[in-house]
């Protein structure tokens, strides 16, 4: 008994004694403390939140649990389910209600992101139960605006900021004497000068990026850019990202960690050698059986694990896992694309076609004096269909997610990619077939 009482000592918690008389105790709702405070601000009192949305969120369900604690013997229990949890909500509103000796203060946001919330059923109870005072904030706070009763110099700030804000595309004969009077006196005290001009910045400043000098931006590309489309593409979404990538070269630091980067490196590896293997046998997707395919599938996925760049599949049994998952996506997608191949007539001809680099098949863009993009990329795979009209070309580019062509988004730059591989593709049939496809 000693043992277990001495035990029970050192796992206890004690609260300091206040070193002043005036003490702010800042706790959550469920560990209301017994002792009551004599005032009680609760906020946050919502629908979700008084009483909590609880979800199954752990490995059995609640019927498995009910099912399995009925099993269990004395002295043996599982986590409550979620009506167990559910029914201390009473409770615990009732331990917030108790817990003020002088005054308690029930406060909620009516919304929150733009949404609206709703009061908790607790609180809606009680308003109707007794002759509680219900205050709305907003319409109290503007009433001590319009009388300004401003408690601390920050919340006058706090309000000029704002109403400065509201103010700032009026006409001069729109905006309140009161509020182009107050700007005045605090620039001309010397106690709120400092806060003025810092205050004034705040609401008139424009974060609007400024265009490098022409000498900078030479140093920091050049006349020649190299450029990939996914390159022109992420200046056009977003010029600052591109500019810490491609024009301070910045690199975040290497993880070892299976990132979507590293997952999409794994499926073009499939399929390049996949199409590879099947030039070198003559074959192709439809002509493949059940047991050919699955035998090609798993050659190629034996060398694929001998592979130093997907070494980190290898790594942990979580990850060999999810490597099992890699292959069943990728069983999958080739048995779509083998339904593909019999309902189409297009075959395979080339894969991970490197252009723009090497002297193989260039592109330069003129964009200025001695200027010019040189556009490099790799196409994923160029498929050909032979027909009496003559050679149609399709390319294939393969994506880890869904993508949807949108005409608003080519004329925008930031979907320049499909295109310009279509673009390139005829160029090397033109090239390697002499024919115009």
């Given at each position: 008994f000693m043992m277990l009482l001495h035990t029970g000592f050192e796992q206890t918690h004690y609260n300091l004694a206040p070193s002043t008389l005036d003490e702010l105790t800042i706790t959550g709702m469920d560990s209301v403390r017994y002792l009551p405070k004599k005032i009680t601000f609760a906020?946050?009192?919502?629908?979700?939140?008084?009483?909590?949305?609880?979800?199954?969120?752990?490995?059995?369900?609640?019927?498995?649990?009910?099912?399995?604690?009925?099993q269990l013997d004395s002295g043996r229990f599982l986590a409550p389910t979620t009506g167990q949890l559910q029914s201390v909500e009473p409770f615990v509103f009732y331990q917030l209600l108790m817990s003020a000796t002088e005054h308690l203060y029930l406060s909620c946001a009516v919304s929150k992101d733009g949404k609206e919330q709703l009061v908790s059923n607790f609180v809606q109870r009680l308003l109707k139960q007794f002759e509680i005072e219900e205050i709305d904030g907003s319409l109290n706070r503007q009433k001590r605006l319009e009388q300004g009763d401003?408690?601390?110099?920050?919340?006058?700030?706090?309000?000029?900021?704002?109403?400065?804000?509201?103010?700032?595309?009026?006409?001069k004969d729109e905006i309140d004497f009161l509020w182009k009077l107050i700007p005045h006196l605090l620039k001309a005290d010397a106690a709120f000068s400092a806060n003025y001009h810092a205050l004034l910045a705040s609401v008139f400043r424009l974060n609007v990026a400024s265009k490098l000098p022409l000498s900078l931006a030479q140093e920091l590309y050049g006349n020649q850019l190299n450029l990939s489309t996914s390159q022109i593409e992420t200046y056009y979404k977003d010029p600052?990202?591109?500019?810490?990538?491609?024009?301070?070269?910045?690199?975040?630091?290497?993880?070892?960690?299976?990132?979507?980067?590293?997952?999409?490196?794994?499926?073009?590896?499939?399929?390049?050698?996949?199409?590879?293997?099947?030039?070198?046998?003559?074959?192709?997707?439809?002509?493949?059986?059940?047991?050919?395919?699955?035998?090609?599938?798993?050659?190629?996925?034996?060398?694929?694990?001998?592979?130093?760049?997907?070494?980190?599949?290898?790594?942990?049994?979580?990850?060999?896992?999810?490597?099992?998952?890699?292959?069943?996506?990728?069983?999958?997608?080739?048995?779509?694309?083998?339904?593909?191949?019999?309902?189409l007539e297009t075959k395979p001809w080339m894969t991970e076609v490197v252009?723009?680099?090497?002297?193989?098949?260039?592109?330069?863009?003129?964009?200025?004096?001695?200027?010019?993009?040189?556009?490099?990329?790799?196409?994923?795979?160029?498929?050909l269909l032979q027909s009496d009209n003559g050679i149609y070309n399709g390319i294939i580019d393969y994506k880890s997610s869904e993508q949807k062509f949108e005409i608003a988004k080519l004329i925008a730059g930031v979907q320049i990619q499909l295109l310009t591989y279509l673009k390139v593709s005829e160029e090397i049939i033109r090239s390697e077939k002499g024919v115009i496809p």
């Open positions: 906020v946050g009192l919502t629908q979700g939140v008084m009483p909590r949305n609880i979800d199954e969120t752990g490995l059995l369900t609640d019927d498995e649990r009910e099912l399995f604690s009925n401003f408690v601390v110099p920050f919340e006058l700030f706090t309000t000029l900021l704002l109403k400065m804000r509201e103010n700032k595309f009026k006409e600052f990202s591109h500019f810490l990538q491609y024009g301070l070269r910045l690199k975040e630091r290497q993880e070892f960690e299976l990132s979507p980067a590293n997952t999409g490196e794994y499926f073009h590896e499939f399929f390049d050698q996949l199409i590879k293997e099947l030039n070198a046998l003559g074959l192709s997707l439809r002509d493949l059986t059940v047991e050919k395919k699955l035998a090609v599938e798993k050659d190629i996925f034996n060398r694929m694990k001998d592979n130093p760049k997907f070494a980190i599949l290898g790594s942990s049994r979580r990850l060999n896992f999810v490597q099992g998952l890699l292959h069943q996506t990728l069983m999958q997608t080739t048995n779509a694309l083998q339904k593909q191949a019999l309902a252009f723009g680099t090497s002297g193989n098949y260039p592109i330069h863009i003129p964009i200025g004096k001695n200027q010019s993009i040189h556009l490099r990329g790799k196409i994923d795979r160029i498929d």
